[in-house]
C-alpha cells in the first residue's frame, strides 16, 4: 500500500485540472503576449483567470501577478517592497525596519537574512507556546520606520492559524504594509484580502491540487516595486517571462474546486485527523500533538514521539509505503531542529523527536488504519533498541 501523507510538502494533481490544463500544453499553445489570434484568444484566457482568482480571493484582479510559486511571489515582496522604498525619512512613506514572525518559511526567513545583511533593519516577532503571533508584541515592536509586517496565514510545519485579520488591522492603522504567505491556507481558510487589509499576499498552486511551479502574488500596486528580474515587461513590468498559461489556469481552476468543495473537504478532513490522532493516543505511548490543540489546520498533525528519531521514524515508515514529514520538506534533508519547534518552546531532548503528517482530500481511512499499524510496529521497535533519554 501506498499512502501519502505530506500534502504540505505538495499535493497530487486533481485529474479535473490536468483536464482543463491539457488543451494549453497541446493545442492552444501561442504566447499570451502574441499579437496574433493564438496569442489574442491566450491573453484573454489570462484575463479571465485573474478575473476568477480576484472573485475568489476579494481582491482587484488587477493587482494579481503570476509567479512561479511562493518562494518567488515572497522574495518579490519582501526584497521589492524594502528595497524601492528605503528612504530613512517616515514621512516620506519609506523606512528601513522589516517584521517578520519567528515561525515563516525559509522562503521568507532566508530573505529577511539577506535585507539584514543588505543593511536593512530585520525583526523576529516570538510567538506563544502554541506556535500563535501576538499582537501585542507586534506593538511593542512597531515603530516609525517600520515599512513592511510579514506574517504568515497558517504555519505549514504545526498548521497553527495566525491572526491575519487583526494584524492587518493594525497595520492599516499604523499605515503599515501587511504580507501574509497564505500558501497552507487553502482551502482550509477562506482568504479575504479585502477583509484582512493585506497589501501583498503569496500563493503555490501545487499546495491545494494544482500544477507545481506556478502560484502568485496579490501586489499593492500603490506601493513602489522595482522588479528583481528585467525582460519583456510581462505583468505590468512587475514579472518578465512568457506566461506559464497550463499552469495557471490549472492554478484558477484548483483554487475554485478547492473552495467550491471546502465545506466537504474540511470535513473529510477533520474527521480523518480526529480519528488518526485519537488512535495514536489510544494505542501509542508517550506521544504529544506539538501547536494549538483547537486552532490548526485540520490537515496537520504534528506529533512528538518521545525517546526516537523523527528521522528514524521517517525512513522506517518510508520503507512501508507511507510518506510523511519531520517538518518542512525543505528542511528534511538538513540534520537540524526545526526553528519552529524551538520557538514553541519544546526541549532540547525533544526536536528531533517530531513526525509532520499531512493530510488531504484524496486520503481515505483505509490509508489512516494502515498506517497506525505501521506506526505502532515502528515506534514499538524503534524504541526497543534505541532509547533516547
Ligand atoms: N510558504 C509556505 C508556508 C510553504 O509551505 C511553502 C512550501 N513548502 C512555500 C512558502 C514555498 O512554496 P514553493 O516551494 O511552491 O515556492
Known amino acids: 500500500m501506498q499512502v501519502y501523507l505530506d500534502n504540505s510538502a505538495t499535493t497530487r494533481l486533481d485529474e479535473r485540472v490536468f483536464e482543463k490544463m491539457k488543451p494549453y500544453l497541446t493545442e492552444k499553445y501561442g504566447n499570451a503576449s502574441s499579437i496574433h489570434f493564438m496569442g489574442e484568444e491566450n491573453s484573454l484566457t489570462l484575463l479571465k483567470a485573474k478575473e476568477q482568482i480576484g472573485r475568489i480571493l476579494n481582491c482587484d484582479h488587477s493587482n494579481l501577478i503570476f509567479t512561479s510559486g511562493a518562494t518567488e511571489s515572497n522574495n518579490m515582496v519582501l526584497k521589492g517592497v524594502m ?4 528612504d530613512p525619512e517616515p514621512s516620506s512613506g519609506g523606512g528601513n525596519h522589516i517584521l517578520v514572525s519567528a515561525i515563516e518559511h525559509p522562503s521568507i ?28 508584541q507586534i506593538k511593542k515592536m512597531v515603530r516609525p520606520e517600520t515599512l513592511l509586517i510579514s506574517v504568515m496565514a497558517v504555519n505549514n510545519e504545526i498548521g497553527t492559524i495566525q491572526p491575519v485579520e487583526t494584524i492587518g488591522a493594525f497595520a492599516r492603522k499604523k499605515g503599515i504594509l501587511f504580507h501574509t504567505d497564505a500558501v497552507q491556507a487553502v482551502p482550509y481558510k477562506t482568504i479575504d484580502i479585502r ?13 491545494f491540487n494544482g500544477p507545481k511551479g506556478v502560484g502568485l502574488a ?19 513590468g512587475l514579472r518578465s517571462g512568457t506566461h506559464n498559461l497550463p499552469g495557471i489556469v490549472g492554478m484558477a481552476e484548483a483554487l475554485r474546486l478547492a473552495y467550491e468543495e471546502q465545506d466537504e473537504i474540511v470535513k473529510k478532513v477533520s474527521e480523518l485527523s480526529a480519528y488518526f490522532w485519537k488512535r495514536i493516543q489510544e494505542e501509542i505511548e508517550d506521544v504529544q500533538l506539538n501547536g494549538d490543540l483547537k486552532n490548526r489546520n485540520p490537515n496537520n498533525l504534528n506529533i512528538m514521539f518521545r525517546r526516537i528519531e523523527g528521522e528514524a521514524i521517517l525512513m522506517d515508515l518510508s520503507t512501508k509505503g ?31 523527536s517530531n513526525i509532520r503528517f499531512t493530510l488531504g482530500k484524496f486520503n481515505t481511512k483505509e490509508e489512516i488504519d494502515y498506517t497506525v499499524g505501521a506506526l505502532k510496529e515502528t515506534v514499538a521497535r524503534l524504541r526497543s533498541f534505541t532509547p533516547l533519554k
Not at 218 to 236: D, L, S, T, W
Not at 338 to 348: P, R
Open 83 to 86: 528595497r524601492s522604498n528605503k
Open 218 to 236: 496579490y501586489i499593492n500596486r500603490r506601493v513602489k516595486i522595482r522588479p528583481f528580474m528585467a525582460g519583456g515587461g510581462q505583468e505590468y
Open 109 to 136: 526567513l532566508e530573505t529577511a537574512k539577506q535585507l539584514k545583511e543588505e543593511g536593512f533593519d530585520v525583526e523576529y516577532i516570538p510567538v506563544d507556546s502554541s506556535g500563535v503571533v501576538d499582537l501585542t
Open 195 to 207: 477583509g484582512w487589509n493585506a497589501d501583498f499576499l503569496s500563493l503555490s498552486a501545487h499546495k
Open 322 to 352: 507511507i510518506c510523511v514529514s519531520t517538518g518542512s520538506a525543505c528542511s528534511s534533508n538538513k540534520l537540524q531542529a526545526s526553528n519552529i519547534l524551538k520557538a514553541i518552546g519544546l526541549k532540547d531532548n525533544d526536536l528531533n
